[in-house]
């Protein structure tokens, strides 16, 4: 920055630090502003939960958007496009009348636009402003168990109970070598936290102690016979949501479980924006790193009280994450991941203390993470095909985890191929006109009719009001939509003359909102304007069309490097918090999966979080988990000359 006190200084004019589209209606202009000074935001956030809200005040650089400021001082507002204008999920309301931008107009009524309704990363806090925030779900519907296999019971967490006898001057052997010499079956080295607490916890204890071994690593001593308690903790790191399970290793059961959407939420909704953020921002790392630690540290506290279970008695973790989400839990910069050629630092990432990645348990409990195939089919898709056996069922088979990013694994019995293909966010509400989290209030299973009592059956999540749409009600909708004729075979609504003929029960649904033809799934009242309805728009049908077209050119192109046609899949396996709850006709209808006998397509869960139990449940499947790099062969499809071609023959329903 130039010193010299003549030098023009920056340009704060509205034209300098508007957006796109803004348009400044009479009374909301812009509060004029020379850079200096800070303005004071001052949030009240809604709890999801019925909580009193929480009042939070902040003061920033004049021109910061009001997302920005939350998110810089930790308070989260829903996103999934990382506050880029995209998704029109941030959404909050302002006390002071502020630009209106194109975003603003196609997510609110006018009312509510006169309310004060704002999309955040298009407000520039240019004057102090109070906020208000929504709840943000914190906990969104997820799968916590799915498909696994049995295990030998052969935990790396193992304890010894022994009763020593007493040094005298006959027998001066060193403490280390008198435990030793009585743990006959195991010989470990010694961690220096366990040198230390040797000497004190063997005369304390009367010399009747318990020794901890993990992995050949003597990590501690205990005073007293603590052989039963021994737990470990499974986790399965989501972009979106992350779940964890208290295990017993002694007895191979799970004693608590829990979920939550991950704290990087702020940051994006899909691992592309996240790295884009560390790209753009060299504190978004570590701010990423230190999200990622406290959503691991506040799920193992619950699961800790749930099992109630002390944490000091937590002794190891396993952690299956995509590559972006292990390389920004271990702070690792993401960069190489996020542009060509999409390289890994590491397909095998180190095995950490707890306390490296933010968790408060036993002070040498380990963290180990799941190897990875390739920078977009990680460590939770080894974990899943640990759990279903990828590499040991012979029948074709065919694995897709279902999201932003999707995972693909086909096996024939003999060779496994893998690849990902890009699906964006509409599976998880993201650029979805009435989109959102599959949470409360989040239509989640449609049904349509013939008659006007039976025209739309909604299941809703929670039981309540419907609030918006989430990914399998989205699949729902469309499927359903084609079936009664209403949606074509290239995806378009039918002419409004044309739907009375199709559909007559839902015709007066097919209406308009500005330009865009939309089809209501609810009406809050029936004099409610489209507005103010949850609806399914055109542009929704596009982006769904688009995501099912990416997955299905994947599994078409491994399904030919096999030689294999589409029939002769013998099994699907859904996996994934989305592919637990999607409705395996719907899939078949619009193309997402073969077309199959549905009785083949198996909701398979949280096979991630099951391949990160066996993992911690016997050494023997962890050591399968890294033999998988070597059976299973990576496909890339962005070389692939014939792609685009293929997935524009994948477009129709």
């Known amino acids: 920055m130039?010193?010299?006190?003549?030098?023009?200084?920056?340009?704060?004019?509205?034209?300098?630090?508007?957006?796109?589209?803004?348009?400044?209606?009479?009374?909301?202009?812009l509060a004029a502003h020379d850079g200096t000074g800070r303005v004071e935001l001052s949030f009240t956030v809604e709890d999801a939960g019925g909580a009193p809200p929480t009042q939070r005040s902040v003061r920033v650089p004049p021109g910061v958007t009001v997302f920005d400021s939350a998110s810089w001082n930790g308070i989260a507002i829903d996103s999934t496009c990382g506050g880029h204008g995209t998704c029109h999920k941030c959404k909050v309301r302002v006390d002071t009348a502020t630009p209106i931008s194109r975003h603003d107009v196609r997510t609110f009524s006018r009312d509510q636009l006169d309310a004060g309704w704002r999309l955040a990363c298009l407000v520039q806090a240019t004057r102090d402003l109070k906020v208000d925030v929504p709840p943000l779900t914190t906990r969104p519907k997820a799968a916590t168990v799915g498909v696994g296999r049995q295990v030998i019971l052969r935990p790396a967490v193992q304890k010894r109970y022994v009763e020593l006898t007493e040094p005298d001057l006959a027998d001066?052997?060193?403490?280390l070598d008198r435990l030793l010499a009585a743990i006959d079956d195991l010989a470990p080295q010694p961690d220096l936290h366990a040198l230390r607490r040797l000497p004190h916890v063997l005369r304390a204890a009367d010399w009747k102690v318990t020794a901890v071994v993990v992995d050949e690593v003597l990590v501690d001593v205990e005073p007293g016979d603590t052989t039963a308690q021994r737990y470990a903790i499974a986790f399965d790191l989501g972009t979106t949501t992350v779940v964890a399970t208290l295990l017993d290793v002694a007895l191979g059961t799970p004693v608590g479980v829990a979920s939550m959407l991950n704290r990087?939420?702020?940051?994006?909704?899909?691992?592309?924006?996240?790295?884009?953020?560390?790209?753009?921002?060299?504190?978004?790392?570590?701010?990423?790193?230190?999200?990622?630690?406290?959503?691991?540290?506040?799920?193992?506290?619950?699961?800790?009280?749930?099992?109630?279970?002390d944490p000091q008695q937590v002794y190891e973790v396993a952690i299956a994450g995509n590559a972006t989400m292990t390389a920004l839990v271990l702070g690792i910069d993401p960069e190489p991941l996020g542009v060509a050629p999409f390289v890994m630092s590491t397909a095998l990432p180190p095995t950490v203390l707890a306390g490296d990645v933010g968790l408060d348990l036993h002070?040498?409990?380990?963290a180990v993470f799941f190897p990875a195939l390739g920078a977009y089919v990680g460590g939770d898709i080894v974990a899943g095909m640990l759990a279903t056996g990828m590499d040991r069922d012979k029948r074709t088979r065919l694995f897709i985890d279902v999201g932003t990013n999707c995972e693909l694994v086909v096996s024939d019995g003999d060779r496994i191929l893998s690849t990902?293909?890009?699906?964006?966010?509409?599976?998880?509400?993201?650029?979805?006109?009435?989109?959102?989290?599959?949470?409360?209030?989040?239509?989640?299973?449609?049904?349509?009719?013939?008659?006007?009592?039976d025209a739309v059956r909604l299941g809703v999540i929670?039981?309540?009001?419907?609030?918006?749409?989430?990914?399998?009600?989205?699949?729902?909708?469309?499927a359903e939509l084609v079936r009664v004729g209403l949606l074509d075979a290239s995806g378009r609504f039918v002419p409004d003359e044309q739907a009375p003929e199709v559909a007559p029960a839902l015709a007066d649904r097919l209406t308009r909102i500005g330009e865009e033809r939309v089809f209501v799934l609810h009406r809050p009242h029936p004099d409610a304007v489209p507005e103010e309805c949850v609806v399914l728009s055109q542009r929704d049908v596009r982006e769904?069309?688009?995501?099912?077209?990416?997955?299905?050119?994947?599994?078409?192109?491994?399904?030919?490097?096999?030689?294999?046609?589409?029939?002769?899949?013998?099994?699907?396996?859904?996996?994934?918090?989305?592919?637990?709850?999607?409705?395996?006709a719907s899939a078949v209808r619009i193309g997402l999966v073969p077309k199959l006998p549905v009785l083949r397509i198996v909701s398979a869960g949280n096979v991630a979080g099951e391949g990160a139990k066996m993992a911690l449940l016997s050494v023997r499947e962890r050591a399968g988990a890294a033999a998988l790099l070597q059976e299973v062969t990576y496909v890339e499809l962005s070389d692939r000359p014939d792609f685009n071609d293929r997935f524009v023959d994948q477009l129709a329903f």
């Open 2 to 29: 130039s010193s010299d006190p003549e030098a023009p200084g920056p340009d704060f004019s509205l034209d300098h630090v508007g957006r796109e589209g803004l348009m400044a209606s009479p009374g909301t202009e």
């Open 172 to 175: 001066q052997r060193t403490d």
């Open 264 to 309: 990087q939420q702020p940051y994006g909704g899909d691992v592309i924006t996240r790295i884009s953020a560390t790209m753009l921002d060299p504190e978004a790392l570590p701010r990423l790193q230190q999200a990622a630690s406290a959503t691991l540290a506040e799920l193992a506290a619950q699961v800790c009280r749930e099992g109630d279970v």
């Open 363 to 366: 002070p040498r409990a380990r």
């Open 420 to 453: 990902a293909a890009p699906a964006g966010p509409a599976f998880e509400g993201g650029a979805i006109r009435c989109g959102m989290r599959a949470a409360d209030g989040a239509i989640e299973v449609i049904k349509l009719g013939t008659t006007p009592e």
């Open 462 to 478: 929670g039981d309540v009001e419907p609030k918006g749409l989430c990914g399998s009600g989205l699949v729902d909708a469309v």
């Open 544 to 584: 769904l069309q688009f995501a099912k077209a990416a997955i299905s050119t994947g599994w078409t192109l491994l399904l030919e490097e096999l030689g294999l046609e589409h029939r002769d899949v013998q099994q699907v396996l859904m996996a994934g918090s989305f592919g637990s709850y999607i409705s395996p």
